[in-house]
């Protein structure tokens, strides 16, 4: 006879996202793996004297969250002037006074999450912005989104910046077009500054920002959070060789508590020599709870700054729409390469322009190489044009989406991505259902730290396409149902990873990842899920979180 479960949870409302069937009332799970789904009293059978049971009182229990794209590596770091919602420059300018007067001492002021609208007249922000807060101190700020920083004077001299820097191994230097002179504005920074030579560049002009110890603090904290929030598998899309350091040691250390795959970055230029570490790598780190394999790049940057590739001019511009890093025969080359060496690609593509780049390269890449199970995501999907939506479903190409990117009091209108790419384009904003019904798989994900790791933020947005404290829905024909939501969150997003016969859905001989949820979701008001939170996360059969 088979030895008891470890774990069995009953008299729930389990939404298990297996259509062979869709609902259950308990669950088991024994040596790792689910073994039984069912009603009634059935689990009783396999429980022992060590068995852990837990009455669910009618709670949602679905499948470990399985989040497609999340920075935990870039994290929230605590050692940073912290700026969301500082809606102002005089804001900001309080947050660094407080944030001086609790670190005196600091040799450099380092600040995270500033927002484009804060800067007067819809402009990028300078040097002479930060200047009357920081003194003579360098100062380096990341915006919210990671893609930009910004520096004051004394940073510009610190780093060794002039007239004469165009590029640097961290950012491409904006230049007052009057004087020639650096702005204090670094566009670039996510394709630069995250990459191995960004970061060593970094280092060695003497950023704390990029130390292995303020990352691996970074890491475990935001570790920590994932589990926190029925994450049980992240999806750390962007990192170098010298990264993965940092999950060895999380792993080392115990603080590795969900799954991770690690997605490497493969920067314009990378080599064939560079591509044989990033396999020797991949075959490396080959285990259930930690894998390397795909890898990132970029076709744009993104739409507020202006960076993103459009279609059509930015709103009240003639002739700007931005540029793809790559010319396209170029990287229709380049992914051909990657996809006959079976590598996945992972590509973040925001404007209507670059998507249709990377779609177009993987046309192509399956004309030269012929077809095969890929799956290359699309990474933001923010921008999209009519008729690039059947394209996803028909080149087996996933829609790697973060829901909450599209609520109207961070994109909407009145704000920068709204403005920038006008109302004539709205329609075009994160199409979500229009994708869904054309066939596409849908893989959600949070983009933490560009917003709210919690997935119970990302499951209202999709669904209501309203701001966190309600109001007006922006483009609500776009919102999707609950139970698509969460098809997102675990079985699209386990598709899109090659993990879908092992995670993201309750079947017998899956993993057994489980979140149970403080309250049935199903039954709440939408406004109501962002009060609700996980009350258990289990991988593996583990129980790595209970809330308090």
């Known amino acids: 006879m088979n030895h008891p479960a470890e774990l069995i949870v009953h008299n729930a409302h389990v939404h298990t996202v297996d259509d062979r069937r869709p609902r259950a009332e308990a669950v088991a799970v024994r040596d790792g793996r689910i073994v039984w789904v069912g009603d009634g009293d059935g689990w009783r059978d396999l429980a022992g004297p060590a068995t852990e049971v837990v009455d669910a009182r009618g709670r949602l229990l679905v499948p470990?969250?399985?989040?497609?794209?999340?920075?935990?590596?870039?994290?929230?770091?605590?050692?940073?002037?912290?700026?969301?919602?500082?809606?102002?420059?005089?804001?900001?300018?309080?947050?660094?006074?407080?944030?001086?007067?609790?670190?005196?001492?600091?040799?450099?002021?380092?600040?995270?999450?500033?927002?484009?609208?804060?800067?007067?007249?819809?402009?990028?922000?300078?040097?002479?912005?930060?200047?009357?807060?920081?003194?003579?101190?360098?100062?380096?700020?990341?915006?919210?989104?990671?893609?930009?920083?910004?520096?004051?004077?004394?940073?510009?001299?610190?780093?060794?910046?002039?007239?004469?820097?165009?590029?640097?191994?961290?950012?491409?230097?904006?230049?007052?077009?009057?004087?020639?002179?650096?702005?204090?504005?670094?566009?670039?920074?996510?394709?630069?500054?995250?990459?191995?030579?960004?970061?060593?560049?970094?280092?060695?002009?003497?950023?704390?920002?990029?130390?292995?110890?303020?990352?691996?603090?970074?890491?475990?904290?935001?570790?920590?959070?994932?589990?926190?929030?029925?994450?049980?598998?992240?999806?750390?899309?962007?990192?170098?060789?010298?990264?993965?350091?940092?999950?060895?040691?999380?792993?080392?250390?115990?603080?590795?508590?969900?799954?991770?795959?690690?997605?490497?970055?493969?920067?314009?230029?990378?080599?064939?020599?560079?591509?044989?570490?990033?396999?020797?790598?991949?075959?490396?780190?080959?285990?259930?709870?930690?894998?390397?394999?795909?890898?990132?790049?970029?076709?744009?940057?993104?739409?507020?700054?202006?960076?993103?590739?459009?279609?059509?001019?930015?709103?009240?511009?003639?002739?700007?729409?931005?540029?793809?890093?790559?010319?396209?025969?170029?990287?229709?080359e380049v992914l051909a390469r990657l996809d006959a060496a079976g590598f996945q690609a992972f590509v973040h593509a925001t404007g209507d322009r670059g998507i249709r780049t990377v779609l177009d390269a993987v046309e192509h890449a399956r004309r030269v190489n012929g077809p095969r199970d890929a799956r290359h995501q699309v990474v933001h999907v923010e921008c999209l044009d009519p008729a690039d939506v059947p394209r996803f479903a028909e080149l087996g190409v996933v829609a790697c989406m973060q829901p909450r990117h599209c609520s109207p009091d961070i994109a909407g209108p009145g704000k920068d991505w709204a403005e920038a790419v006008g109302e004539h384009r709205w329609s075009k904003a994160w199409p979500m259902r229009s994708l869904r019904d054309a066939g596409a798989v849908l893989a959600f994900s949070s983009d933490w730290n560009v917003a709210e790791m919690d997935p119970l933020v990302g499951l209202y947005t999709a669904v209501t396409r309203q701001g966190l404290a309600g109001g007006e829905a922006w483009m609500p024909d776009e919102t999707v149902t609950l139970a698509a939501a969460l098809r997102g969150y675990t079985l699209g997003s386990a598709h899109a990873n090659f993990l879908e016969d092992r995670l993201g859905s309750i079947t017998p001989g899956k993993l057994g990842d489980l979140v149970l949820f403080s309250d049935d979701l199903f039954a709440l008001e939408p406004k109501a899920l962002l009060d609700a939170r996980a009350d258990l996360t289990v991988v593996g059969g583990e129980v790595v979180h209970r809330a308090g």
């Open 64 to 332: 470990g969250i399985v989040d497609s794209h999340n920075h935990v590596r870039l994290g929230s770091d605590s050692a940073c002037v912290q700026l969301a919602g500082a809606g102002d420059l005089p804001g900001i300018g309080r947050r660094i006074a407080d944030w001086l007067r609790r670190n005196p001492g600091a040799d450099w002021i380092e600040a995270e999450a500033f927002d484009y609208t804060a800067i007067p007249g819809g402009r990028m922000p300078t040097a002479a912005d930060l200047d009357p807060y920081t003194g003579g101190r360098p100062a380096f700020v990341l915006s919210y989104d990671v893609h930009t920083a910004w520096l004051n004077t004394a940073a510009l001299r610190r780093l060794g910046i002039t007239a004469d820097t165009r590029e640097l191994a961290f950012g491409t230097v904006q230049k007052d077009p009057a004087t020639g002179e650096p702005t204090g504005f670094l566009t670039d920074f996510a394709v630069r500054g995250l990459s191995r030579d960004g970061h060593r560049a970094l280092r060695a002009a003497g950023v704390p920002w990029a130390h292995p110890d303020r990352q691996y603090g970074r890491l475990a904290a935001s570790l920590d959070l994932a589990a926190r929030y029925g994450i049980t598998t992240v999806v750390e899309p962007q990192n170098s060789l010298d990264d993965l350091a940092l999950y060895e040691r999380a792993i080392a250390e115990g603080r590795l508590r969900s799954r991770l795959v690690a997605a490497l970055f493969h920067p314009r230029g990378t080599t064939d020599a560079e591509l044989a570490e990033f396999a020797a790598a991949a075959r490396r780190h080959d285990g259930e709870r930690f894998r390397v394999g795909p890898l990132k790049l970029y076709i744009d940057d993104v739409v507020e700054p202006h960076t993103a590739a459009l279609l059509e001019p930015y709103a009240g511009h003639h002739s700007h729409r931005g540029e793809t890093f790559y010319p396209a025969e170029e990287f229709a």
